[in-house]
């Protein structure tokens, strides 16, 4: 019976890329400055302190991933834990740093050409294009119109936005129009309205995505984004691995926002969480019931959305602790056949100036009873890990990537 798992560490970058200069980010790298920050004691808070401890992704390969991608040692590495599977690192070939074309490509579809984004002026937003949202939706205006921080504009326009009916739109360096809604006073539904008649209009700028950000609360103080966040995704531009899988008897169980940055292709179940630990138990459940020619595609958001946009490093580094604790639980169920995938779909360095996410290699770690213990080095495209999954279930073969031997 076979059996995979995918694992992305939303935003764990492990380096910057080659073309790093081209997006700012040169000296970015996600995983190496947490450890470092964590080494100075500049990463300590209630939950943890001291030097990075993830001693089973240690043991998967992670930090001599690290060690292969930008030739550093992770700081505070134990140095005695030597690694027990596959590993290495991915270079994106995709033009944008985004979560669709990460996944994408990933699922062996790299993305050729830069998705449309909006310039960081305020009011940031083209007037046709807010007109005529305005006009289909029946709103009686908006708020934001700029680039920012999802939890800082809806600290600072919240309250008007409860008063007026205005819902909150901003954008980010990505290719992405966002808008926030109060789910009482708003209401969940009509928001979900408003950005399906949004995603209609932004695709005439190529935008890949809409992304409905609710929230609840009464106040600044209190105001707190929920897990009914939405995301309304271009579909891929050419078959993924999920669908090959799918159409060929397989089965791709998604867990988190996998089916909505897929816009829904190739999925055959979905299932939420509303955080991490959350996802995993989800996870963990998916894996015990499925069947042969199944896959388990797991985004865990948090890492990206709660620490890596908002800069908190001392957060991303517990979060990176509490999900290695878990990692047992998971190998502990996986049968001899099945072969678990940990990576990323790009960086987000909380060390890195501003908010936006940043250009790195990504980690490429397969595991499993079977797997075999090996550094594979660079990888030239996120696809070869598609194409390797491709490769494992016996299915035809993916336009991209090289598959990678993962057994003796």
Known sequence: MKRAIILVMDSLGIGASDDAHLYGDETANTLGNIAKECLLGKADNHQRSGVLKIPNLTRLGLAHALQASCGNDMPGLDKDIEPMATYGYAIEQSKDKDTPSGHW???????????????KTQPCFPDALIKDFIQLTGIPGILGNCHSSGTEIIKQLGEEHIKTGKPICYTSADSVFQIAAHEDHFGLDELYRICKIAKGLVDELNVTRVIARPFIGENP?????????????????????????????GKVVSVGKIADIFSSRGITKKVKGKDNMELFDVMLNEVNLAEDKTLIFVNFVDFDSHFGHRRNVAGYANALEEFDKRLPELEAIMNSDDIALITADHGCDPTFPGSDHT??????????KGVKTQNIGARESFADMGQTIASYFEINDLKHGKPIKLFK
């Open 105 to 119: 490509e990933m699922a062996g579809v790299p993305v050729p050409f830069a998705w449309g984004t909006f310039p």
């Open 221 to 249: 103080d209190d105001f707190m984004r929920t897990a009914n966040r939405k995301d309304l995704t271009t579909p891929p531009i050419e078959p993924t691995l999920l669908d090959q899988l799918s159409a060929q008897g």
């Open 359 to 368: 250009r790195e290699h990504v980690p490429v770690v397969f595991f499993g």
